[in-house]
């Protein structure tokens, strides 16, 4: 009974009534997927034991339902961030944690992975290092937010790429970190500068 009840995914508890199961069959029973097992001699446990079955079987549907939930708001997530337009890129301590697809593409390298682990400042053109170690600061040690602002960053093949960056504090991995979102505004700058 306990193998058909686990065939049809049934979420009831499986009780096991009886007087004659010893402790180490029941024991196994509860192995095998028995919520648990009530002696006949000791029916007045029975109420209970279906109670606490029936609250078990539901905190574990609504865990279930939240942990898809998450899942899949996880998913859009990470979905949103790989197709964003503007270069996404996480830090802490001053090393990269993570890019994304647009960031590997502005900073001219094949694969995000490329860049993990990297020091932050190495991307930083030098007339703005000071400027970025003061945001990076404001961001991880006062958990402040900065404002949008423009400066040049550096790809590895030593270009120089004007973007627009704001940062600000989250918690990446269950520690803190600086989200960091920027925009190459290189086109944008030329055409100003053609302008004038």
Do not use: W
Request: hydrophobic share 35%.
């Amino acid at each position: 009974a306990l193998e058909m009840s686990r065939e049809a995914d049934s979420e009831a508890p499986f009780i096991i009534v009886s007087g004659k199961v010893g402790e180490e069959a029941a024991v196994q029973a509860m192995r095998a997927g028995a919520h648990d097992y009530v002696m006949k001699g000791n029916l007045t446990r029975l109420c209970a034991t279906v109670e606490r079955g029936l609250e078990e079987s539901q905190a574990r549907r609504e865990r279930e339902r939240a942990e898809k939930s998450l899942k899949e708001s996880e998913e859009r997530y990470r979905r949103l961030v790989e197709l964003s337009p503007d270069t996404i890129i996480v830090h802490r301590g001053g090393e990269v944690l993570f890019v994304n697809t647009a960031g590997a593409e502005l900073f001219g390298v094949a694969s995000p992975e490329e860049l993990i682990g990297k020091a932050v400042m190495d991307f930083i053109h030098p007339d703005y290092r000071e400027i970025a170690g003061a945001r990076i600061v404001r961001t991880q040690e006062k958990g402040e937010r900065t404002d949008l602002i423009q400066e040049k960053f550096l790809r590895l093949d030593g270009q120089t790429v004007d973007v627009e960056v704001v940062t600000t504090p989250i918690t990446y991995r269950g520690q803190g970190a600086s989200l960091v979102v920027a925009r190459d505004i290189t086109g944008r700058k030329r055409a100003e500068e053609e302008r004038d």
